[in-house]
């Protein structure tokens, strides 16, 4: 089945992280990432030598660091944060 762009709003995006989700900042880990979208560690490293997750985040030594809410535009919305 092809997958289809959701078209989430920044709005959208921002309300998905009140109540119990207000744990997630706008600054995500890995660790973040494996509990947000509910994959296993080794899935989310897959994607980022993928370059799935390009634009959404950088790297500081061995570290990864995301910027929640273009990561969740990437994911659900399919959009080009490299350009």
């Known amino acids: 089945m092809p997958s289809r762009k959701l078209n989430v709003t920044e709005d959208e995006i921002n309300s ?3 109540g119990e989700w207000a744990k997630y900042g706008p600054i995500l880990t890995i660790k ?3 509990e947000l979208f509910q994959a296993p560690r080794k899935t989310i490293y897959f994607w980022i030598a993928q ?3 390009d634009g ?3 790297r500081k030594g061995k570290r990864h ?5 273009r990561i969740i535009d990437i994911y659900f919305n399919g959009k080009d944060w490299t350009s």
């Open 56 to 58: 959404a985040g950088c």
């Open 16 to 18: 998905l992280f009140t």
């Open 51 to 53: 370059g799935r997750f």
């Open 65 to 69: 660091r995301f910027l929640r809410n």
């Open 32 to 34: 973040d990432l494996v």
